[in-house]
Structure formats: C-alpha cells, structure tokens
C-alpha cells in the first residue's frame, strides 16, 4: 500500500511539511521536476556542499545563500519551463516552515536591494 501511496504523491505531501532549511528547500522543488536531467547542471553545488558536511553540521551562511540561489533558480524552472505541471512561487513556499520562508524572502529582498 505504501507503493501505492507514494506513486500517487502522498509522500511527497508528507515530506513538504517538514520544509525547514534551505538544503530541504533545493530537495523538495528538485523533487517535482519532471525531467532532472533539465536541471542537473544546476544540483551541482547542493552536491558540493552536501558532500562537504559531516552528519549533524548545519549548513554554513554562504552555502545557504548559495542553496537559496539554487532554489530559485529551480523554483524558476518550474513556474516556466515545466511541462507536466503548473507552479507558482506562492504554492511552492507555501509548503516552506515560516521560519526558512522567511529567510527566503529576506534573501531576495536583500539581493533586490544588494
């Protein structure tokens, strides 16, 4: 039944909930992409940095912006460029914890700015 369940995206639902760093970010909006080969040049850098961390290490500052920047630009991928599906920026950070939504936001605002 659990096969039949995530064929279906319901354990898609259940992870997004659990949406609290920027690493979960890039993880989850990677997942809804119909062909990765599209933006496997992009996963680069989460692989880097993921492959850099020991168990338990949180992610440093600058990697989350840099995991910040590969979310949008996955984020952007999605919401233009999708084939199966439609995405707004809206619906995928709504499944974000408010925390890392929040940082998110104050990450583009900042970069507008900057």
């Keep these: 039944m659990s096969f039949i369940r995530s064929f279906f995206g319901a354990d898609r639902k259940r992870e997004a ?3 609290n760093t920027a690493l979960d970010m890039v993880t989850y909006a990677a997942s809804l992409v119909s062909n990765p080969d599209e933006i496997d040049p992009t996963l680069d850098r989460v692989r880097a940095i993921s492959a850099s961390l020991n168990p338990g ?3 440093s500052p600058s ?6 920047d590969v979310y949008l ?5 999605l919401a233009t460029k999708e084939v199966i599906r439609t995405f707004t920026a809206q619906d995928l950070r709504a499944k974000f ?6 940082q998110l936001e104050a990450y583009i605002t900042d970069k507008k700015e900057g």
């Design 73 to 77: 630009q996955i984020e952007a991928h």
């Design 57 to 59: 290490q949180p992610v």
């Design 17 to 19: 909930k659990d949406i």
């Design 97 to 102: 914890s408010p925390q890392i939504r929040q």
């Design 63 to 68: 990697d989350t912006q840099a995991l910040f």
